[in-house]
C-alpha cells in the first residue's frame, strides 16, 4: 500500500519562494509518474505540473518559468520548487500517484499573501 505525504506549505509573501515535498512509501516510486495539483478556494483541483519516471517534466501555463517538480529516487520524495508566487497560487496543493492505485496525499495549505 503507498502513502504520499505533503510536507513544506505555509504563509509567504508575494514574489516570495516556497518549497514543497511529498514523500512516498512503497517500492515502485522510482518506475512511476508523479504529479502536483492545486485547489484554490472555490476552484476545481487542477493539475500543476508532472514528473515521468525518466525525469521529463511537464506544467500548467500558469506556472512555468516560476515552478519546477523534481525528484529524488533514493529518497521516494518528489518536490515542487515555487518561485515568484502570486495571491493566485494560494490553494491546497497535492501529490498524486496515477499508476499507483491512484494515491493521493493529504494535501500542504500555501498561502500567499502580503
Known amino acids: 500500500q503507498v502513502q504520499l505525504v505533503e510536507s513544506g506549505g505555509g504563509l509567504v509573501q508575494p514574489g516570495g519562494s516556497l518549497r514543497l515535498s511529498c514523500a512516498a512509501s512503497g517500492s515502485s516510486f522510482r518506475s512511476t509518474w508523479m504529479n502536483w495539483y492545486r485547489q484554490g478556494p472555490g476552484k476545481e483541483r487542477e493539475l500543476v505540473a508532472t514528473?515521468?519516471?525518466?525525469?521529463?517534466?511537464s506544467y500548467a501555463d500558469s506556472v512555468k518559468g516560476r515552478f519546477t517538480i523534481s525528484r529524488d529516487n533514493a529518497k521516494k520524495t518528489v518536490y515542487l520548487q515555487m518561485n515568484s508566487l502570486k495571491p493566485d497560487d494560494t490553494a491546497v496543493y497535492y501529490c498524486?500517484?496515477?499508476?499507483?492505485?491512484?494515491?493521493w496525499g493529504q494535501g500542504t495549505q500555501v498561502i500567499v499573501s502580503s
Open positions: 514528473i515521468t519516471s525518466s525525469g521529463a517534466t
Open positions: 498524486y500517484a496515477p499508476f499507483l492505485n491512484n494515491t
